[in-house]
C-alpha cells in the first residue's frame, strides 16, 4: 500500500503545504498567504488561528490535487520560521496576537538584559552572538512591563511550531533548533536557562516539552484530523526550523557541506563535526542546533536577493515589460545581460549593505556601494556586479568557517537565487567550491517530509532518507581561469568597505 506525507512550511508571510510519496517525489503543493499586522512602526503581529486556517485550507488543496485517498497519510512534520510565538492561557485560548520574528519593539528590553547577561555568556550558553530585540526573551520582558495583565494569564509559551504540534495532537512539545534562539535555552546541556527564565519571571511549567527533530509526538487527534480532512492515523512528530529544514532538505547532513540559502536575504549553514559546539572566539558567527540530533551548525543572515530586486525594481522596468510579453522573468533576462560581462565586471566592485551590513560584519551604519564605474559600464554590469557581492558575502562566511577549521568541500543552494545557472557559476568560481543544486526545489518542506518519515518509522534515521530522497538536478565547477580575476576582485571589495568604515560611522540610522 502506497504511503504519503504531508509537510508544511510556515513562514513569515505564507504557508506551503506539500504532499510527497516516501521517495522525496512532491505530488502537491499548496500557498496560503496571510497578511502581517503592524500596529505600530516596531511592531509586527499576526493574529494567531492564521497559521491554523491556512494550514487547514492548503491541505484541502493538496488532497484534492493529488486525488490520493485521505486514509494514506500517514506522517506529518513541519518547517517553522524562529523566534515568532503565541502566548495561550489555561483554556488554551491565545492571549493576544502572535509575535512575529520581524517585530523591533523590545529595544529597551533586549539592552536591559545585555547589561544583565554579558555577550560573552550568552554566547557560549545559548549561540547568539549578542542578545537583540528579535529574541522571545527581549519581547517576553516587554509583555512583562507593558501588558502585565497578559504576562500574568501565560499559561504556555509557544513557538509556531510548538502551537501547530499541539493543534494536531494536544501536547506540547519543541526542540532544539527553534528553540536556541529563544536566548532561555542552553544549547549545550539542552536545558532551559534557569538564570534567564529567573529573570524574566518565566515557570519551566509554561514551556513544552523539548524533544528532538524527527522524534513522533503522536497520532493526529479525531478532532484535528476532521478539520484537516485526514485520519487519526496520522503521526506527527517534531520538525524544525525552517533554514535546518532546508538544510536537510537539499542532503546538508554530515561535515563538509555548506549550504546557502538566497531568497530576499541570504542565509548561511554549515554542519559541524562534534557532538558538542564549536564556538567563534571572535564571536563573529552564532551556533544552532542543528535538525539532527546531537549535532550543530554554523548559521546565520545576511543580505541576499533583495539588493537584486532592489536593482530590478528601480532600473529594470524594460527587462520586466518584456517579460512580461515573452512570459518569461525579469531575473532570467536580468542574469543574461550579466552573463554578457567579464567575470570582475571590469573593475565595477558592489557593497550590497543596502540595509546595514550583517554577517560577518555587524555594521548597521553601513551602506551600499558602486566603486569603480566608468563610461564603459551598462547595465549588465551593474547587474554582474551585485551576483558577485553577494558571493563575496558567501565566500566571507565561508573563510570565517573554515578559518575555525570546519571543513567545507561544497556547497548546496536553496531559495530563489539557485534558479539561476549564471549566480551559482558566480559563487562556485568565487568560493572556489563545488556548486550543488537539488531536483526539489521546496527544500524546506522536503526537510519537514524527512523528519516526517523518520518519526512515522518509514525511515530509519534522518541521514538516510535525505540520502534516498534528495537528488542533485546540476553541478558547477570552479572556473579556473575566473580564480586571479575574482581573487583580486574579493581584496578590493574587502578593503572598500575597511577603508568606508569611519565614513558609514558618522552615518545617522534611518528608521522606516
Known amino acids: 500500500m502506497d504511503e504519503y506525507i504531508l509537510a508544511l512550511d510556515a513562514g513569515t508571510t505564507a504557508s506551503k503545504i506539500s504532499l510527497f510519496d516516501t521517495k522525496g517525489r512532491l ?15 516596531l ?65 529597551k528590553e533586549a539592552e536591559i538584559l545585555s547589561k544583565e547577561f554579558p555577550e560573552e ?27 502585565p495583565k497578559v504576562f500574568e494569564r501565560i499559561s504556555k509559551i509557544l513557538l509556531v511550531e510548538d502551537y501547530l504540534i499541539w493543534k494536531l495532537t494536544n501536547q506540547f512539545a519543541c526542540e532544539g533548533s527553534l528553540i536556541c534562539s529563544t536566548v532561555y535555552w542552553n544549547i549545550t546541556t539542552e536545558k ?3 538564570e534567564m527564565l529567573d529573570y524574566l519571571g518565566i515557570a519551566r511549567e509554561q514551556l513544552p516539552e523539548i524533544k528532538h527533530s ?6 493526529i487527534t479525531a478532532s484535528a484530523a476532521k478539520e484537516l480532512g485526514v485520519t487519526t492515523n496520522v503521526m506527527v512528530s517534531m520538525g524544525a526550523l525552517d533554514q535546518a529544514c532546508g538544510t536537510i532538505g537539499v542532503g546538508n547532513v554530515k561535515p563538509g557541506i555548506f549550504t546557502e540559502n538566497t531568497g530576499a536575504a541570504l542565509a548561511i549553514c554549515a554542519t559541524q563535526d562534534k557532538s558538542t559546539p564549536t564556538f567563534d572566539p571572535k564571536r563573529r558567527m552564532p551556533v544552532h542546533y542543528h535538525g539532527i540530533p546531537n549535532r550543530y551548525m554554523f548559521h546565520t543572515f545576511t543580505s541576499g536577493g533583495m539588493v537584486l530586486r532592489w536593482y530590478r525594481d528601480k532600473f529594470c522596468q524594460t527587462e520586466i515589460n518584456l517579460a ?37 560584519e555587524d555594521n548597521p551604519k553601513a551602506r551600499g556601494v558602486f566603486y569603480g564605474f566608468t563610461l564603459k559600464h551598462g547595465k549588465g554590469h551593474f547587474a554582474r556586479a551585485i551576483m558577485e557581492a553577494i558571493a563575496f558575502i558567501v565566500r566571507r562566511n565561508l573563510d570565517i568557517i573554515e578559518d575555525l577549521k570546519i571543513k567545507v568541500d561544497e556547497i548546496r543552494v536553496l531559495g530563489g537565487g539557485a534558479r539561476s545557472d549564471v549566480w551559482n557559476q558566480i559563487k562556485a568560481d568565487i568560493t572556489g567550491k563545488k556548486l550543488l543544486r537539488t531536483v526539489n526545489e521546496e527544500a524546506a518542506c522536503l526537510g519537514a517530509a524527512i523528519f516526517a518519515g523518520k518519526g512515522a518509522g518509514i525511515y530509519a534515521n534522518i541521514e538516510k532518507a535525505a540520502n534516498q530522497m534528495v537528488a542533485i538536478k546540476t553541478e558547477y565547477q570552479p572556473n579556473k581561469s575566473n580564480m586571479e580575476t575574482y581573487g583580486n576582485s574579493y581584496q578590493k571589495y574587502i578593503k572598500l568597505y575597511e577603508d568606508l568604515c569611519d565614513l558609514f560611522a558618522k552615518e545617522t540610522v534611518l528608521e522606516e
Do not use: C
Open 43 to 107: 511592531s509586527v503581529e499576526l493574529p494567531t488561528e492564521k497559521f491554523w486556517n491556512a494550514f487547514k485550507i492548503g491541505t484541502s488543496e493538496v488532497l484534492k490535487q493529488s486525488k490520493i485517498d485521505p486514509k494514506h497519510v500517514k506522517a506529518f512534520s513541519l518547517s517553522a520560521q524562529g523566534e515568532t510565538f503565541i502566548l495561550i492561557d489555561k483554556e488554551g485560548n491565545p492571549l493576544r496576537n502572535a509575535i512575529s520574528w520581524m517585530d523591533n519593539r523590545a529595544q
Open 192 to 194: 532551559w536557562w534557569d
Open 27 to 41: 505530488l502537491a503543493i499548496s500557498t496560503q498567504e496571510y497578511k502581517l499586522l503592524t500596529p505600530t512602526a
Open 214 to 219: 524527527g522524534e513522533a509526538v503522536g497520532n
Open 324 to 360: 512580461k510579453e515573452k512570459g518569461k522573468d525579469a531575473y532570467d533576462l536580468i542574469a543574461e545581460m550579466a552573463n554578457n560581462v567579464p567575470a570582475g565586471s571590469e573593475g565595477l566592485v558592489m557593497l550590497p549593505h543596502l540595509q546595514g551590513a550583517m554577517a560577518p
Open 121 to 147: 555568556e550568552v554566547y557560549k550558553i545559548t549561540g547568539q552572538v549578542s542578545i537583540v530585540p528579535t529574541w522571545p526573551a527581549a519581547k517576553l520582558l516587554w509583555i512583562k512591563n507593558n501588558e
